[in-house]
């Protein structure tokens, strides 16, 4: 690791426990170590999102052995069997890699469909890169005997040993820190400020839709779905994650609501076939 770099899994770290960014060479941590801290990482992700911080990762193919999960399992039991799965050292049972670092792009950091521990990006839609490019890399075993009971073999694609530039990690948490600050002390009298979007009847004509047995692709189609009633759309993300704006409103105003959507898309890790219980 470079000295003005700074590995996804520590800067991960440095945020859990509130301790000044530092690059790997200065604070080393075990690469193989599982974060599961999904809040505390939303703000970087955020970030990475919208292109304020700029990943550098080696593009991989990897190939896994993934067990296939009960369909009568409950949201719950499939989070922690997922959980338990991934805390495993041997995860990657062969992996083949380019031999440069590249940038990734911002649109390959989702909050749905995407891993972040170990410093690894898992790609939620590799048809967003070159098939060429990943169909070219040769799987090496990285692993001397597969393991006894195999699961199912599935080759997937990701950025390996993600890291990001040190400098830009350490202005984008101080910039974070004094919004946060200014935010804590600007409404003093807890008077709100009005939004200009109407959410309550956004919220209600999602809660109806799943109610009613509405079913999304995506987050995209979610955002198709109500962006019609929305008063500001910013140009400028139209052809990124506009829908963030309504996930980042519901992770802070309705995270019920958020749960019931992420259980009706079929592309959320949470997707539930079923269907979920009413918001109600």
């Known amino acids: 690791m470079e000295l003005n770099r700074i590995s996804l899994l520590n800067a991960v770290r440095c945020l859990l426990e509130d301790k000044p960014f530092e690059s790997d060479v200065a604070l080393p941590l075990p690469s193989s170590e599982f974060i599961e801290a999904t809040d505390v990482m939303k703000p970087l992700l955020s970030a990475l999102s919208r292109g304020e911080l700029q990943g550098e990762g080696i593009f991989a193919r990897v190939r896994l052995d993934y067990p296939e999960f009960d369909d009568?399992?409950?949201?719950?039991?499939?989070?922690?069997?997922?959980?338990?799965?991934?805390?495993?050292?041997q995860i990657i049972l062969g992996i083949g890699v380019e031999r440069e670092p590249s940038k990734i792009p911002a649109s390959s950091w989702w909050f749905e469909g995407a891993i972040w521990e170990k410093s690894i990006l898992w790609?939620?839609?590799?048809?967003?890169?070159?098939?060429?490019?990943?169909?070219?890399l040769k799987i090496q075993p990285t692993v001397s005997f597969l393991p006894e009971r195999p699961y199912e073999f599935e080759e997937l694609i990701c950025f390996h040993e993600v890291s990001l530039p040190l400098n830009d990690v350490v202005r984008w948490a101080d910039r974070m820190r004094g919004e946060t600050s200014h935010k804590a002390t600007h409404n003093a009298r807890k008077a709100g400020r009005k939004s200009v979007e109407d959410?309550?009847?956004?919220?209600?004509?999602?809660?109806?839709?799943?109610?009613?047995?509405?079913?999304?692709?995506?987050?995209f189609e979610v955002w198709d779905d109500i962006v019609g009633m929305m008063k500001v759309v910013n140009p400028n993300v139209t052809d990124g994650q506009p829908y963030q704006k309504l996930t980042n409103h519901l992770a802070r105003k309705n995270q019920v609501l958020l749960h019931h959507l992420r259980t009706r898309i079929r592309t959320s890790r949470s997707y539930e076939p079923g269907g979920a219980d009413s918001t109600n």
């Open 199 to 219: 959410w309550e009847a956004i919220e209600n004509h999602l809660q109806n839709e799943i109610e009613n047995g509405k079913v999304w692709h995506d987050w």
């Open 72 to 89: 009568t399992a409950t949201n719950s039991e499939l989070s922690r069997l997922s959980v338990d799965f991934r805390q495993q050292e």
């Open 123 to 136: 790609v939620s839609a590799q048809q967003h890169f070159d098939e060429q490019r990943w169909r070219g």
